[in-house]
C-alpha cells in the first residue's frame, strides 16, 4: 500500500505561473515593460515541437510577448548563429532558448555558448554554469530550479540533508548538484561508473533521479521516509501502441517506502516550464535594472 505523500508538481506550477502573471502584470503597470521569450526550433523533431509550442503557450498566458523562431533541419551553424545573434541585439527580447537537440551539423556548444549570457534562460551558458559553482548571480538551469522549489517545499531547511543525485548531465546532474551544496547539503552525484549505486542511494534522505532509464531505481534502493524526485522521463511500450510515460524510479514500489515522492507525468516536468518562465522574467528585470521579485506560488 502505498504511504508515501505525492509531491504535486503540476498543481504547484500552476499556482507558480499564477504567480509569475501577476508579476508580469505589475511590470507592465510600473515600468512600462513586458518580458519577451524566444526560442529557436531547428528541424521537424515531433516532440521538440510539442515542447516548443507549450513554451510559447504558457508564455502567452503568464502575459509574456512570445517569439518563434522555426529553422529548417538544414540549416548551417552560420546561419543559426547570424539568428541568436539578431536575438541577442533584440531589445524586446530577453530570453533565448535553443530548443534541443540540434541537427547533426549543428555544434550545440557552440550555439549555446553564442547565446548572451543574461538571455540564457535555460542557463546552460558555461558563464553561467560557472556562476553557479562559484555561487554567483547565474541565470539557473530550470530543471533542477524547479526539482529545488519542490523540495523546499517538501522539506523545509535543507542544512545537512544527505542527499544522492543519479545523474552528472550538465543540464540536470550537475547543477542540481550545485543548488543543493548552496543549500548547505551533503551531496553526492551518483553516475553509470559509481559502484554499490543501490548502496549509495540507500543512504540519501532526498534522492533525485535524473537518468534517463525507465524504473532503475527499486523501492529497496530507497531509505525509508526518504524524499524521491524523478526527473526521468522514459516512454515504454503499451499493448495498444501509443507508449505510456514513466520515469526512473518504480513508482509503485518506492511509494511504499518513501517519505514523498514525485510522479511522472505531474512532477517535475511542469516544474521545467514554470521555471523557463520564471527564468525570463529574471532575466527581463536584470536586463532594465529593475529589482528581480522573489517569485513565491500562490497558496493553494
Ligand atoms: P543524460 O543522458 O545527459 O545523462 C544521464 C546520466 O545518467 C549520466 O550522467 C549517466 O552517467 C547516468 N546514467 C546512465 N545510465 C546509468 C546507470 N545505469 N547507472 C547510473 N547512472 C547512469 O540525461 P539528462 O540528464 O539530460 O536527462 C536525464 C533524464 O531526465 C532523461 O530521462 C530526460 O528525458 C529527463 N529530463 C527531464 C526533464 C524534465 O523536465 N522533467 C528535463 C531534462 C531531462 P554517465 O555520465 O556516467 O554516462
Request: proline share 7%.
Amino acid at each position: 500500500m502505498a504511504t508515501a505523500t505525492l509531491i504535486d508538481g503540476k498543481n504547484f506550477a500552476a499556482r507558480l505561473r499564477t504567480s509569475i502573471a501577476a508579476h508580469v502584470a505589475r511590470l507592465k503597470t510600473d515600468y512600462g515593460m513586458t518580458p519577451g521569450l524566444a526560442v529557436v526550433l531547428a528541424g521537424e523533431d515531433p516532440a521538440s515541437q510539442i515542447y516548443v509550442r507549450n513554451k510559447g503557450l504558457q508564455a502567452r498566458e503568464a502575459g509574456m510577448n512570445s517569439f518563434e523562431c522555426r529553422l529548417p533541419a538544414t540549416v548551417t551553424q552560420a546561419e543559426l548563429l547570424n539568428k541568436i545573434a539578431e536575438l541577442n541585439r533584440d531589445p524586446a527580447i530577453n530570453g533565448i532558448l535553443v530548443q534541443l537537440p540540434l541537427p547533426r551539423q549543428i555544434d550545440s556548444q557552440t550555439v549555446i555558448q553564442s547565446i548572451a549570457v543574461g538571455k540564457d534562460v535555460d542557463g546552460f551558458h558555461p558563464l553561467n554554469a560557472g556562476l553557479l559553482a562559484v555561487g554567483g548571480t547565474a541565470m539557473v538551469p530550470c530543471t533542477p530550479l524547479g526539482c529545488l522549489m519542490l523540495i523546499k517545499d517538501q522539506v523545509g531547511d535543507l542544512a545537512g540533508q544527505r542527499v544522492v543525485v543519479l545523474g552528472r548531465s550538465n543540464i540536470v546532474g550537475k547543477p542540481m548538484a550545485a543548488l543543493l551544496l548552496r543549500e548547505h547539503c551533503t551531496v553526492t552525484i551518483a553516475h553509470s561508473r559509481t559502484r554499490d549505486l543501490a548502496d549509495e542511494c540507500r543512504r540519501a534522505d532526498i534522492l533525485i533521479a535524473a537518468v534517463g532509464k525507465a524504473h532503475m531505481v527499486k523501492g529497496d534502493w530507497i531509505k525509508p521516509g526518504a524524499t524521491v524526485i524523478d526527473v526521468g522521463i522514459n516512454r515504454i511500450p503499451t499493448p495498444d501502441g501509443k507508449g505510456r510515460l514513466v520515469g526512473d524510479v518504480d513508482f509503485a514500489a518506492a511509494s511504499e517506502v518513501a517519505g514523498a515522492i514525485t510522479p511522472v507525468p505531474g512532477g517535475v516536468g511542469p516544474m521545467t516550464i514554470a521555471c523557463l518562465l520564471l527564468n525570463t522574467l529574471t532575466a527581463a528585470c536584470r536586463q532594465h535594472g529593475v529589482p528581480a521579485p522573489e517569485v513565491k506560488p500562490v497558496p493553494a
